[in-house]
């Protein structure tokens, strides 16, 4: 199992956000569902992923949700597909996605698997003896900081930044190669 996790100190926790202009009216919920497509969309839904999101935008900060691939029922073809199904999911109306009120270190307690943080002076993914399940953390517009208590390993995936999605499509495709 795979699991993508990351948190938004910006993006919306309303479902009442518009259809168009997700970059500009919803603190970049946008980015989200960029990373909840590549997390979770190839051909159908992955069934071997799941993706975490905390959202710490206005007004009901914090909120988690947790969508788990083996129970998704939703298409993700588009990027307004996905911010559907974050709508839905927000109401409680999405089979295979739950939404809580956890705040992203209670998600990070909770993984309750080998934790590879996303960073650039990490150690290069080739490097690595990557083994599942695992989690990857990764920030989507801005860098998450790594809790003091938290054991993890940096994985680097290159030297420089990245859009968070491709970031997401290039490990599934480092784990698919590898099967």
Not at 21 to 30: K, N, P
Not at 82 to 90: N, Q
Not at 109 to 128: C, F, N, R, V
Request: glycine fraction near 6%.
């Amino acid at each position: 199992m795979r699991t993508f996790v990351t948190f938004s100190k910006t993006a919306t926790t309303s479902p009442a956000f518009p259809k168009k202009g997700l970059a500009s009216h919803t603190g970049r919920l946008d980015v989200i569902a960029r990373m909840l497509r590549a997390s979770l969309w190839w051909d159908g839904i992955r069934k071997d992923t799941n993706f975490v999101v905390t959202l710490g935008g206005p007004p009901n900060a914090p909120l988690t949700l947790w969508f788990k691939g083996r129970e998704l029922e939703v298409s993700l073809k588009t990027e307004r597909d996905a911010a559907e199904a974050i709508r839905l999911c927000m109401k409680g109306e999405l089979k295979g996605c739950k939404v809580t009120k956890h705040n992203f270190e209670d998600v990070l307690k909770s993984i309750g698997m080998p934790i590879y943080w996303l960073s650039e002076d990490g150690t290069d993914i080739s490097k690595l003896e990557l083994r599942l399940p695992a989690a990857f953390v990764l920030g989507p517009q801005h860098d998450i900081e790594v809790p003091s208590w938290l054991e993890v390993t940096k994985l680097s995936i290159g030297p420089k930044s990245y859009l968070a999605s491709h970031c997401i499509s290039f490990i599934h495709f480092w784990l698919d190669s590898l099967q």
